[in-house]
């Protein structure tokens, strides 16, 4: 497959020939229980993800909420226009709302990109959609001109791909071609494809789509780690002609996760005449932009930020991935690395982590080694850093650069959720004593502050400072929560080493998980705020309130509703008339949901579960058209 240079290519001199990297750190790995981000820390993410040169950044699904909509188009005006910037790219539904709030978020960025999909597996079309063949293919011939009409960069995927028709995605991806789309995009939304069976399928789109051989249209592939195959199915869809791969960093993302960056992008780095030899590549040229020795600083920021622990065994990026215990391998290594290495720990960023400031350092000190870990603060952000610098190396003698991470995470996930601070803490534990511990809160409001202390015993100093606090939080709100998960690891070694603690917490009544992250030389301490930072995250927003998730969306997200009306029937129908939903929900009772968009059009009624379609007539509204009986 030849592709031909895009705009982008030519403009930031990128081999057009390469396979591009698609990050989905920001939508995708967002999605993942508990991890959660705000929009300073996606700010950070972003310009670490630019500094690592990914091609594109899907930096959110605009839609969701206002907060994801603001912080996907700061990253657009900043990141977007950097030197040498990725591309700036958004999610959007096949709605036309979708689209036009995704246009409006990513438009300030230099290259944008509106990433648009619709269902394409029979299970999905029925049950989710509610659609015919015929209408998804419309719909998408809809929706991908409209797109195209606002940006040059139009992406579309078809959601499930693995378990759709081959004969009906090969249609529904010309059709897409034919309205505009620039890169079509093949995503095993579950995780169920086997390695032979993903290379088949991109093979076929291939030969079966137009644009993709005369390098018009980029192929691309997007995969869940289900299986444990996510990687596998990415490297063979490369070999079947696949240019483009959507990965985030640590493989997170929705259950199992997605494809890991890291691991596709070292697969081709190490294994990179292999695949130059299968693509018609010069071996000696790279298969992707990304600057490999930046890989481990970019994990471990997103694994801090996301609240993320990374397991040790992980490949390439896992604590234990270049560790050797058996004896023989360690003589083999002593020996020549090559007997047991088949990559240099440098070349992930991976070296030493030798000792870079100290209690005598000085704020430019400071400031120039957090740009060299991706970390730009202004100058209120550099003294709030620095008073916590000080405050480290007051307590630990030698301060190293993941110290200094840790600190510089904490601070970024803690800036502006400190609506209860904790100001003291005091525990007694030992042997042959029952644990007990005391704390003071304050919170602090709009009214003023308030202070609280108070004291409990526990099976252990942690218990009895979670059990404190949560008579102290008791004061402030009647929401409650739950641990469900506490973990300590330490960031470096020696005694003086600070621990980090991570907690994952639920919310009585709410199934969305809460992610608390702290560093500190006091385990218990570290404890304390991770579990108030958690808590501090979940008090920030409405108590059962959530984003709007692009695939599991409810009627009225998904259309758009504004207009509600129950009428009395005799029987169970439920119809999907255009644009328009109508269910049943109570015996006797219709419930109609319209959507509000202006060009909605009636495309006939259709009945589900065993009832029939009754007459229909159509009623107009100023920004909506009602379909009823």
């Known amino acids: 497959v030849r592709v031909k240079a895009t705009k982008h290519d030519l403009a930031t001199g990128r081999d057009p020939g390469r396979v591009r990297v698609f990050d989905t750190t ?5 999605q993942s229980p508990g991890a959660t981000l705000t929009a300073e820390e996606k700010m950070v993410i972003a310009r670490q993800l630019a500094k690592l040169g990914v091609d594109v950044i899907e930096a959110g699904f605009p839609i969701a909420s206002e907060g994801d909509f603001q912080a996907v188009r700061a990253i657009a ?42 269902a394409s597996s029979d299970v999905h079309m029925e049950h989710k959609l509610r659609k015919t063949r015929e209408e998804v293919l419309e719909m998408t011939r809809v929706m991908v001109s409209y797109a195209r009409s606002l940006c040059e960069d139009v992406e579309f995927s078809a959601e499930d791909a693995s378990r759709s028709d081959p004969e009906f995605l090969h249609t529904l991806f010309n059709v897409a ?3 505009g789309a620039t890169t079509l995009n093949v995503p095993d939304t579950v995780g169920y494809a086997t390695p032979q069976e993903f290379g088949a399928l991109v093979r076929g789109i291939r030969e079966n789509v137009a644009g993709i051989e005369s390098g018009d249209v980029i192929l691309s592939v997007h995969g869940h780690d289900d299986l444990g195959m996510a990687v596998a199915n990415f490297m063979s869809a490369v070999e079947n002609g696949a240019r483009q791969v959507e990965c985030t960093i640590n493989g997170i993302g929705e259950r199992a996760g997605n494809a890991a960056l890291e691991e596709l992008v070292m697969a081709m780095h190490v294994r990179k005449q292999y695949y ?65 290495e088949i990559m240099d720990a440098k070349s992930i960023g991976l070296a030493e982590n030798s000792i870079v400031l100290g209690k005598h350092s000085g704020r430019h000190a400071l400031r120039s080694r957090l740009s060299e870990m991706g970390f730009e603060l202004n100058e209120d952000e550099l003294n709030r850093a620095f008073i916590r610098f000080k405050e480290l190396a007051d307590k630990k003698k030698e301060i190293t650069s993941w110290d200094i991470q840790s600190l510089i995470s904490e601070e970024v996930r803690t800036a502006g959720f400190d609506t209860i601070q904790l100001e003291t803490l005091q525990v007694q534990c030992g042997q042959g004593i029952i644990p007990s511990a005391i704390i003071v809160l ?77 560093a500190d030389t006091d385990i218990v301490v570290a404890s304390a705020k991770a579990y108030l930072n958690a808590i501090n995250r979940a008090l920030s927003t409405e108590q059962g309130k959530r984003p709007i998730h692009p695939q599991k969306s409810s009627l009225s997200a998904v259309f758009g509703s504004r207009f509600y009306r129950e009428i ?20 006797g009772s219709l419930f109609v949901v319209c959507g509000h968009e202006k060009d909605s059009s009636f495309n006939g009624g259709r009945s589900y579960g065993g009832g029939q379609t009754a007459p229909i007539r159509r009623i107009e509204f100023p920004h909506a058209m009602a379909m009823c009986r």
């Open 276 to 340: 130059c030899n299968v693509m018609g590549r010069d071996a000696t040229k790279e298969l992707t932009n990304i600057n490999t020795t930046d890989i481990f600083q970019t994990s471990r920021m997103v694994s801090k930020l996301t609240g993320m622990m990374v397991q040790p065994n992980k490949a390439i990026v896992g604590a234990n991935a270049f560790a050797h215990e058996s004896g023989i391998h360690q003589d083999g290594v002593l020996k020549n690395r090559l007997t047991y």
């Open 177 to 179: 071609v034919q309205a």
């Open 442 to 518: 304050r919170s602090t409001t709009n009214n003023g502050s308030v202070t609280v202390a108070e004291s409990a015993m526990g099976t252990g100093p942690v218990d009895a400072v979670y059990k404190a606090m949560n008579l102290g939080l008791s004061k402030f709100t009647d929401r409650s929560f739950k641990l469900i998960e506490y973990q300590v690891n330490s960031v470096t070694r020696g005694i003086d080493a600070m621990g980090e603690v991570s907690v994952r917490m639920l919310e009585t009544g709410d199934s969305r998980e809460l992610v608390g992250l702290s």
């Open 568 to 587: 009395s029937v005799p029987r169970t129908v439920i119809l999907n008339i255009g644009c328009i939903t109508i269910g049943m929900l109570t015996r």
């Open 77 to 118: 005006a900043v990141v977007g226009n950097r030197e040498d910037p990725p591309i700036i790219c958004g999610l959007a539904r096949a709605l036309r709302k979708d689209i036009d709030r995704c246009w409006e978020a990513i438009r300030p960025a230099a290259f944008p990109r509106i990433h648009c999909f619709a």
């Open 26 to 30: 920001l939508r995708d790995g967002e």
